[in-house]
C-alpha cells in the first residue's frame, strides 16, 4: 500500500511537469482494470484503520503518515468513480457498529476521519473548477443498474436450465451454456448458483455464513475483555471480511486472482484467529463416516468431470484471437477469459459437444 503510494505520488508528479502525461487512472494504474485495484482498497480499507489504531499514541508521525495513507485510498475511490467499494466500505460500518457497539467507534472515527480527509484530497489533487466526484453523479445513472439486472437474470436462467450441478465452473460465459460479454455475473452468490447448482449453492452459502457468524460472535465477546489496540484490529477484520462479501455481491470480487490473494490472506487469518469449542460429542457412528465417504467421492466427480475442459484451453485461447482485433490476453480465473467472441462459426467450433 505504501508502495503503491509512492507509485501514485510518482505519477502524479510527473504529470505536474509533463502535459502529455494523463493524471491518474487515465495516465496508468498499474492494474489491467481499475475495477481490481478497487477490489484490492475493499480488502485493505478497513485493514488500514485497525493499523492505525494498533500503533502507539505517541508515535504522532507514523499515526499521520496512516491517516494520509487512509485518505489517499478514499480520494483514489473517488477518482477512479467506483460506488462497489463506497457500498461494501457502508455495509463494513453499519455491521461492524451493531456487532462491537461502542467497541467499534476508535475504527469508525478513523474511518471517518479518512473519508473526511480523502474528500479534501480528491478536491486539491483531481477536482477541476470545483466540480464535485463523478461517482456522485453515477449513483443517479440507471443505465448500469439495468445492465448488472440483466446478467444476474441470465445467472438465474442457467440456473433454471441447469439446477441440480449447475452449467460448470468458470462457464458463465462460454459456450454451450450461455453466452455473455461479461466474464462473471457480478454477483458471486448468482455466479455460484448458475455454475454449481441449487445444491452446491444451499451449503456453501450456509457454511459461510454460519461460519462467519460463529467467527464475528466469537470476536464481539473478546472485544470486552481485551485493549482498544487489540480491538481496533479485531474490529478491522472483521470490517474487512464484511466490505469485501458486500462487494462481492455487485462485483466481481472474487473472481480476480488479487481478490483470490487477499481472500485466502484475510479468510485465512481469520480462521486462525477462531477458537473451536469442543463439546461433549460422542463417537462419530458408522452411518456418519458412510455419509461422509459418498460426500467426499461425489465431490471429487463433479470437480473431476470438469477436468475435461482443460483440453479445449488452447482453442478457447485461439478463437479469442481469430475473433478480436488484438493479440494479447485479459485476466480472469488466472488466465484467458476475455469472451468477447461474436463469430457464429468461432462460438460452434469451440463447443464441448461439437
Not at 445492465?147 to 454451450?176: C, D, I, N, V
Not at 477458537?275 to 461422509?292: D, I, M, N, Q, Y
Request: proline share 5%; net charge positive; glycine share 12%.
Amino acid at each position: 500500500m505504501v508502495l503503491y503510494a509512492v507509485f501514485f505520488g510518482v505519477g502524479y508528479g510527473m504529470h505536474l511537469i509533463f502535459e502529455e502525461i494523463k493524471l491518474w487512472p487515465d495516465g496508468g494504474t498499474n492494474y489491467v482494470n481499475i475495477r481490481n485495484f478497487n477490489h484490492y482498497q475493499t480488502w485493505t480499507l478497513p485493514l488500514l484503520g485497525g493499523i492505525l489504531l494498533s500503533i502507539p499514541k505517541g508515535w504522532n508521525i507514523a499515526r499521520g503518515g496512516m491517516l494520509g495513507l487512509i485518505a489517499l485510498w478514499w480520494a483514489l475511490i473517488f477518482a477512479s468513480n467506483v460506488r462497489g467499494t463506497i457500498v461494501a466500505m457502508g455495509v463494513a460500518a453499519v455491521g461492524v457498529a451493531l456487532l462491537f457497539r461502542r467497541y467499534a467507534k476508535p475504527w469508525l472515527v478513523v474511518q471517518a476521519a479518512g473519508l473526511l480527509a480523502g474528500i479534501g484530497l480528491y478536491y486539491l489533487l483531481f477536482s477541476t473548477g470545483g466540480s464535485g466526484p463523478p461517482v456522485v453523479e453515477k449513483f443517479s445513472e440507471g443505465g448500469t443498474y439495468s445492465k448488472r439486472l440483466q446478467l444476474w437474470r441470465t445467472s438465474l436462467e442457467m440456473a433454471w436450465a441447469h439446477p441440480w450441478l449447475g452449467a460448470g465452473p468458470m462457464h458463465f460465459a462460454w459456450p454451450p451454456y450461455r453466452f455473455a460479454t461479461a466474464g462473471s455475473p457480478h454477483n458471486a452468490f448468482l455466479q455460484w448458483l448458475a455454475e454449481w447448482g441449487v445444491f452446491s449453492t444451499g451449503i456453501m452459502s450456509g457454511l459461510a455464513v454460519w461460519g462467519g457468524w460463529r467467527w464475528m460472535d466469537q470476536e464481539r465477546r473478546a472485544a470486552e475483555a481485551a485493549s482498544a489496540a487489540s480491538n481496533g484490529v479485531r474490529v478491522a477484520l472483521v470490517g474487512s471480511v464484511l466490505a469485501a462479501a458486500a462487494h462481492a455481491m455487485v462485483s466481481g470480487l472474487l473472481v480476480t486472482p488479487i481478490s483470490q490473494v487477499f481472500l485466502a490472506l484475510v479468510g485465512g487469518w481469520a480462521w486462525g484467529r477462531y477458537r473451536f469449542e469442543r463439546g461433549p460429542t460422542t463417537a462419530p457412528s458408522t452411518t456418519a463416516h458412510a455419509l461422509l465417504c459418498v460426500l467426499l467421492v461425489a465431490a471429487m466427480g463433479v470437480v473431476g468431470s470438469s477436468l475435461k475442459d482443460l483440453s479445449t484451453v488452447e482453442e478457447r485461447r485461439d478463437a479469442l484471437l481469430e475473433a478480436v482485433d488484438r493479440n494479447r490476453f485479459s485476466p480472469r480465473y488466472w488466465g484467458q477469459g476475455f469472451l468477447h467472441v461474436r463469430d457464429p462459426e468461432v462460438i460452434e467450433r469451440a463447443r464441448r459437444n461439437r
